[in-house]
């Protein structure tokens, strides 16, 4: 047991970047653990403060003259702070990393902004007093003060601002009143606004038989405490958000709060305003890109009670509620819902420890769920629903898949089909709108030497460049640019060229094959701005363009009912990602493409263009048939031992030396290989698919079992490896992060 524990003096946001040392007292010895909230004598008076114990440890860098004791710890206390702080302990213990990392994750707030106020002028005298005194005033001397208390005859409370703007009344006018007992100056808070609010939803549609079934049931075995997460496979256009409203307004009816998660920022436009006319202004948003007065301002009302429902992406998960009654995680399938820095949890696995922790609904729905959270369903852990019917009778688009190889063969060196192109001028004509999309950002592709297959990497990456209009070539990792040789470096062949064209070449394209045609182009290079994002949507939502090109940022959860032609470009694209989840990815972003198409009384079609036309994933994506696509791609991951029937655990190893990294890992693998009892597969340590990233070498240890609860103990075992390593070579410069099933390849 360490002697010392670090403790943060409170949980509010910036004071989590200075935890403080205490000794530990004999009584408390035994007994002290991370987490624990404790009482600490603080400065110079020793006043006691509360403290979170965030470590405890064997040394401190102060002698022990200058240090203070715990004063004791604090039971019972279960308070907004401790229960953020026993997720962040949980987070730890189950993904790896230090507590005060997994602070700094649980707080979405991290830094404390200045409250904006207005002051009310509220009429404290009877109107009848009022008027006795208007009269009784000499209108040439007190003009102002006559000004000021006509209003108020008028009007109960009036802002300052417009008191001392429209009504030219003074500072001192208004104190003179206040002294005389005419009028009280209260001071309000203003929240900052995350969000412009509009009319465009109707605020309640009626449920379906099938609707109103899936929230019946759900409610119905709450009632009977069978708390087990629904699933909500719902075809796309079924009418699942309307089931999620249904769910919220009887919780929120029972005076508790809803989380709302949804997979992209994109989505915040559509969804918010669709629950703001449900719920008016006890709904808000909380993603990255608000600013930091916007995200304190959201923080603050939840906190305060004034919010019951939060929306937005993984990080809403950690929103202060004081009783959160369901958690609703939209397009569950989505890969944005898993950390890509520690702790890497996933907010599916931190969604369901709070749902089981506060007694509340977990709902997670989709046209296309996640091969894991369908095979909950089949062992029972989660319920599943299903939707089959589009809201409204509206039908599924027809779907065509388009053989590029054979149009290639027929003379066609273009970019779209001839099917392609012919649907779009169809519904350019009929004054309907389509939506393209391919799985790529930039003018092209990697730059490839055809004579000798040189390709242009990044020198401080081990991946390929990609060329933008601006002539230059950037790294989409470390953000490197540099320009286009002319000739290639390696045998000075005048052919180097880009392959592969991307959303900004094809958006040139398209306006030379269709001028007339209104084109808005939505990617990462045209979102850059926290409102890009809903000015682009809504001018397409308003009819402003006949053609929405984009990323797959386009197509996920989208509602445009004079939609009816999708076309999929380059769909198999990320069929060649080295990752075992290359072919459910596929299914699933050409099944939610598909899904754009057709969503009103107009029927809709989708053109599939491929180069693989006879792949499952794409054949029964064009059938709908998710079904059959689960039951072959689960086939494929029994064979090969990959989730969800296998856990998996990477260890990643940084470092700035790529011997160094390795040996590390080397050392790391033996400790494991040498546990008692049962030992797991491993395999490496190996160099990581990019071995090479922003000048740091990248190592993989990867570990494979049925059991997490065995990858958790492989988990700590690295983990104490690791410190003892450190101790004695404090100079050692590697770092090591835990991904447990990882959604993308390392």
Not at 44 to 71: C, E, F, H, Q, W
Not at 150 to 179: F, G
Not at 673 to 682: D, I, K, N, Q
Request: aromatic content about 8%; proline content about 4%.
């Amino acid at each position: 047991m360490g002697r010392y524990a670090s403790v943060i003096i409170d949980i509010a946001l910036e004071k989590l970047d200075k935890p403080f040392t205490y000794m530990i007292p004999d009584e408390l010895m035994d007994r002290l653990e991370e987490g624990m909230e404790v009482s600490i004598p603080f400065g110079r008076g020793n006043t006691l403060r509360k403290g979170y114990v965030v470590a405890i440890n064997d040394r401190a860098a102060l002698p022990d003259d200058k240090l203070k004791y715990i004063s004791s710890v604090n039971e019972g206390s279960v308070n907004i702070e401790g229960r953020t702080l026993a997720l962040a302990a949980w987070m730890k213990k189950n993904y790896g990393g230090t507590l005060i990392g997994a602070m700094r994750t649980v707080l979405p707030v991290k830094k404390k902004m200045k409250e904006l106020t207005f002051k009310l002028i509220k009429r404290q005298a009877q109107p009848e007093r009022l008027i006795r005194e208007v009269q009784g005033l000499n209108p040439l001397r007190y003009a102002a003060r006559i000004r000021l208390y006509k209003a108020l005859i008028l009007s109960e409370e009036l802002p300052e601002d417009m008191i001392k703007d429209k009504l030219n009344v003074s500072a001192a006018v208004l104190k003179t009143a206040q002294k005389d007992g005419f009028i009280t100056i209260e001071s309000i808070r203003r929240y900052r606004a995350p969000v412009a609010k509009s009319g465009r939803y109707s605020e309640k549609t009626t449920l379906n038989e099938e609707q109103q079934a899936v929230v019946d049931e759900i409610l119905n075995a709450r009632d009977r405490g069978d708390l087990r997460p629904a699933l909500i496979h719902g075809v796309t256009g079924s009418g699942k958000t309307e089931v999620y409203l249904e769910l919220i307004e009887k919780v929120v009816s029972e005076g508790r709060q809803a989380i709302v998660l949804i997979p992209e920022i994109s989505l915040t436009f559509q969804t918010l305003m669709r629950f703001y006319a449900r719920f008016k202004d006890r709904v808000s948003v909380m993603h990255s890109k608000l600013s930091e007065g916007e995200r304190y301002d959201q923080y603050e009302r939840a906190k305060n009670g004034e919010l019951d429902i939060i929306i937005g992406p993984r990080s809403a998960l950690f929103i202060p509620f004081a009783d959160p009654g369901i958690i609703i995680i939209d397009e569950e399938h989505e890969l944005s819902y898993k950390s890509e820095k520690m702790p890497k949890y996933h907010a599916r696995e931190v969604a369901a420890y709070l749902a089981e922790r506060e007694k509340a609904l977990l709902v997670l729905g989709s046209a296309t769920p996640s091969i894991e959270s369908y095979h909950k369903t089949q062992e029972d852990e989660y319920r599943l629903f299903s939707l089959k019917t589009r809201y409204g009778k509206a039908e599924l688009p027809k779907v065509y898949i388009e053989d590029m190889r054979a149009e290639l063969k027929s003379g066609n060196k273009g970019f779209l089909s001839r099917r392609l192109s012919s649907l779009i001028t169809e519904r350019m004509l009929k004054g309907e709108q389509s939506m393209l999309f391919i799985n790529r950002r930039g003018i092209a592709g990697f730059i490839s030497c055809r004579s000798c297959g040189f390709v242009v990497n990044c020198p401080h990456c081990s991946v390929s460049m990609t060329e933008h209009r601006d002539g230059l070539l950037h790294c989409h990792y470390c953000g490197h640019t540099q320009p286009k040789p002319k000739l290639c470096p390696k045998c000075g062949s005048k052919y180097i060229a880009g392959f592969k064209a991307g959303t900004e070449k094809m958006e040139s394209e398209l306006k030379k094959l269709y001028p007339s045609a209104r084109i808005l182009r939505m990617d990462a290079d045209t979102t850059k701005n926290k409102d890009d994002y809903d000015r682009i949507l809504s001018s397409f939502a308003d009819g402003e363009a006949d053609i929405l090109l984009g990323t797959q940022m386009i197509v996920k959860g989208h509602d445009f009912p004079n939609v009816t032609l999708v076309g999929a470009l380059a769909a198999d694209m990320s069929l060649n990602l080295s990752d075992y989840h290359s072919a459910e990815r596929t299914f699933q972003l050409l099944a939610q493409a598909a899904g754009r198409a057709g969503r009103a009384q107009k029927p809709g079609e989708v053109v599939i263009q491929t180069y693989n036309p006879e792949h499952y994933a794409i054949t029964l994506a064009a059938q709908h048939d998710y079904e059959s696509f689960y039951e072959q791609e689960l086939s494929y991951r029994e064979l090969a031992d990959f989730p969800p029937v296998c856990h998996m655990l990477t260890m990643q190893f940084y470092s700035s030396d790529a011997e160094a990294g390795m040996e590390r890992a080397g050392r790391i693998a033996q400790a494991i290989s040498s546990m008692e009892g049962e030992v797991p597969e491993l395999i490496g340590p190996a160099e990581a698919l990019i071995g090479k990233l922003k000048d740091t070498y990248r190592t993989g240890l990867y570990v494979r079992h049925k059991d997490i609860a065995l990858l958790h103990r492989v988990k700590d075992i690295a983990e104490e490896t690791e410190a003892e390593l450190n101790m004695m070579d404090a100079s050692a410069d590697v770092m090591l992060q835990f991904d447990f099933d990882p959604v993308n390849s390392f």
